[in-house]
């Protein structure tokens, strides 16, 4: 009997790029595909995703690929995936939804989509998937029930146990126990809040505060939050009807989902509850709402924009209300608290996480993290979906819950974790590497490019232009000197003089052109270093005429 | 009667390089003179300070220095105001001891330093300085009560109220409250926490929690901190003593710090406490504790190699614990955060701030920022140290402690406020700047150095070579593209093919030296961003022979 394979691409070690390959006898399954927010040191890069080259080498063996619900770094890198893989794409009515509306360009390659219903089961190849149905800070998320011919595995999605959703889609708890009473024999779970303890509120906790900040507020209410949360655009719409106010919607991005939320019936709004945004400066303040993208500080979303008096439509003046619904992702926080500070000097009453409960988390907390495993039972247990440091805090959780240490399993991107009749062990490595990618497409880093970036960063760059005549050896003129980024204007004179001096004194020693490129770089590095305490990028260029 | 002007240069809308400028009848008194650590943005950057012109102008009429506690945010720019500033400089012993430690630089130019006795006053030409201590998260802070001719004017410095400090030194309520009594008659007051409600923890509280993961720690323990934090110093030291560990400190300015804790008597420890870090391997682990630097994933620093196996002397194995003791400033998250997941893949046992609380904060919460306004009972006020939230916040807390509106006064760093018998107003703005420091000193921006640094970050350079004929005009050879963090592989033929065509056309259009290269520079841009999406910097170096 073959052994089935679990090999995470994304996602495990890192917050992002979700991303997993079940394989059964050389047949795949993918679960999801997204990208992930480079960190700020990665110059020049929009977003990360995995590397998907295990895939690419078995496309045709891939049965299916299943999304469990409608967010970036689950969806994200579909275009990528779909550019290689014509494979069947199964997600429920609205992932399918915002995939369309999101990734027009995924669709050049594959049409062949398919809505899931939750209470179906997929028959693909050596497996068979049913869903569970999970409550998330986006609608319409499911986790997954895998049959495969050593066993069942449960992978959990995105997931928190809310019991009074907005949108009134609970986690199964039922289906949950009916698969822990069939036996599982291996759970993958959502580790993103493992170090919150206790319960994660529910999305419902919100209202209350809504309703005070709406109640006290005299100008306009302006609400940040993401635009794939339609929970809480759900609520902030609810909350705004009962204040009198009308809801004008801000940024692309926020505009788009909310369309489409509208369309496939997840968003229960009038046309009368809404305002085009230009139409907004003609009602009395107190009867406005906007809700707008920009939680995050993104520097060309509406938020910042209007931290900035630079958006068109709408500016905020004193007596405006700001409420930023969400946490700043790490990484984000200066960016977040300039923006908050911008619209502070404007004169807004401001209110978000740190001063007021006005986000809660999409995502299981410690105890609900501890019922998933007791509600599953598992044999094997895996921590996803988390830093490293999340994922050795869940894996404590199920210790706690009686799973034994041995039957855990620390898995890193790229890890190859095998399950067969006898049990689990990681068997080998597959590439787990960072894809970069910027707006033009896939940056290859083998050049250098990176590096030369981070190094132009901090350092510049000094470029010299020597011209040899070709048949003495000897210098044609002074050599031209170009600096970016380096030299300060008071240690200009100086450092392009004892350049000069260097270039004349390696030109008068000759060599090869090679030899030549060389000592020019190394005596230019160290005038540079000598005079500046720089290390710019130094590029020398040999003409001989 | 002349009046007062108080001006702050740093600090104000932001958090760090702290400055103020108290000045009566063309007088000045300087109050502390601080670096801020640079935004991930401020490329190549290692600290930002104020603009000191103000004062530099008005050199001769400085009448002292006064430094409120020995943290860099207070004390970093001396060696720069002292260059050109020579008057007296005041601090109590602690203060006065980190200051010639950290910045023998600053002392080639001004030798006059003065160690205060807190309980003494200064008559300074129109003023007269007395101090109360300050509990905060170094020992040895003073808050100052300065008399002027218009009236009193009390300044927090960075405090907290802790009643049960472990240096023993409390904020002097009495002195506060008799200053109240006299009547004060502004307050510049501590709005680092002024978004957190209640009550800072006692510096002590953390005995408890120290008490316990040393209880349960079997590997050596591993401490980092402040290097400035000589109270968690000596609690970790006091913890280790308890548990029959020694200690070793790890860290050159954590070494620097202890060494002069210890001579002025700030630091109770006796050499058998100690172990050198090169001996630590020949200790059983369950004896030794180290006390490290890089609670803020400083990148050289010493918890950063250990969780990098970098450290020569000692490396984390399984079983080590470690505790961050502090929480990460804004910015710095991403590194921490790394920091801690190296030390997890390690094996350590790991606490940090988010799963326990092994950090107080120094600075004093809303409760005891609205005791102090109560105590001093100001009649203006004026929120100092902090973003510009911060301040907002805490006027607010003022206006609740019935300061009216009207006397408190939102400044941002260079607004000077005037006071004198009719009452306060802002009345002009002098340069607030951020002056960049790298290692080499003064960063001067005004040769575009940021601008191109931050565009060769996400867009590389690309440099033309042309070289023409001087009688004829027409172009000698091929020229010379060179090109660093712009091209990937892929792309490098195809725009070196177009910049050539390029090249060749302008070339052979003619023009002047300064047309040429401006239309070189143009017309490589247009390709550039044409087959890439992206802009490199444009370096075009036109020579005729």
Redesign the interface.
């Known amino acids: 009997m073959s052994s089935l394979r679990i090999i995470p691409l994304g996602g495990l ?1 890192e917050i992002g790029r979700n991303m997993l390959v079940v394989e059964y006898d050389g047949e795949l399954l993918i679960v999801d595909a997204g990208i992930m927010f480079p ?2 040191d990665m ?2 890069i929009d977003v990360v995703i995995p590397d998907m080259s295990y895939v690419f080498e078995r496309a045709d063996r891939v049965r299916a690929i299943i999304i469990t619900h409608g967010h970036e770094d689950h969806i994200g890198a579909l275009p990528y995936l779909l550019e290689q893989v014509s494979a069947p794409l199964y997600a429920t009515k609205l992932t399918l939804g915002l995939i369309k509306v999101k990734l027009p360009a995924a669709f050049g390659h594959s049409e062949d989509l398919r809505v899931i219903d939750p209470d179906e089961r997929l028959a693909l190849g050596p497996f068979g998937v049913s869903f569970f149905r999970v409550s998330h800070s986006i609608p319409d998320g499911v986790g997954l029930a895998i049959e495969t011919p050593v066993g069942l595995v449960v992978h959990s999605g995105d997931f928190k146990f809310d019991h009074s959703p907005i949108n009134g889609q609970r986690t199964e708890f039922t289906k949950l126990a009916q698969l822990g009473g069939q036996g599982v024999r291996l759970l993958l779970s959502d580790s993103t809040n493992a ?1 919150s303890p206790g319960y994660t509120p529910s999305e419902a906790e919100l209202a209350k505060t809504l309703a005070r900040v709406f109640g006290s507020s005299q100008g306009r209410v302006i609400v940040a939050t993401f635009a794939s949360n339609i929970s809480r655009i759900q609520q902030v719409i609810d909350t705004s009807r009962l204040h009198g106010r009308r809801v004008a919607i801000v940024g692309r991005s926020m505009l788009q989902n909310v369309r489409v939320a509208r369309e496939l019936g997840y968003l229960q709004v009038e046309d009368d509850d809404l305002v085009p945004v230009d139409q907004v400066e003609h009602l009395p303040e107190e009867r406005v709402t906007l809700i707008c993208t920009g939680s995050q500080g993104e520097p060309t979303s509406a938020l910042v924009r209007l931290g900035q008096s630079s958006l068109r439509s709408v500016s905020i003046t004193p007596g405006d209300t700001v409420i930023v619904s969400a946490s700043p992702i ?2 984000n ?2 960016y977040v ?1 300039r923006t ?2 911008n619209l ?2 404007l004169g807004a009453r ?1 209110f978000y996480d ?2 007021l409960d006005v986000h809660v988390s999409g995502h299981a907390s410690q105890e609900e993290q501890k019922m998933l495993i007791n509600l599953v039972q598992p044999e094997f247990f895996v921590p996803i979906h988390g ?3 999340h994922l ?2 869940h894996r404590e959780l199920a210790q706690r819950c009686d799973i034994p240490r041995e039957n855990t399993f620390l898995l890193e991107t790229g890890d190859v974790l095998e399950l067969d009749g006898q049990g689990a062990r990681v068997v080998e490595h597959v590439s787990g590497e960072r894809v970069l990618v ?3 497409g ?3 880093a ?16 000094l ?1 010299a ?1 020597v ?1 040899i005549n070709k048949y003495t050896g000897s210098l ?2 002074e050599p ?1 000197l ?1 600096m ?9 004179e100086t450092v392009r003089r004892r350049a000069q001096e260097a270039i004349a004194q390696v030109v008068a020693r000759g060599g090869t052109r090679v030899e030549l490129l060389a000592r020019l770089e190394q005596e230019l590095a160290r005038v540079a270093h000598g005079e ?3 290390r710019p ?1 130094i ?1 020398p ?1 040999l ?1 001989k ?1």
């Open positions: 070690g960190d700020n110059l020049g170090e790490p990484g926080e200066e608290n908050l500070d502070f000097r401001v740190e001063v830093e490293y440091r050795v805090l910027d707006r033009h896939l940056a290859e083998d050049n250098g490019v990176m590096q030369h970036r981070t190094e132009m960063a901090t350092n510049g760059v470029v232009v011209l044609l003129g031209h170009e970016r980024g380096f030299c300060y204007p008071s240690e200009e500046t305490g720089r990028v590029i260029v003409s005429t």
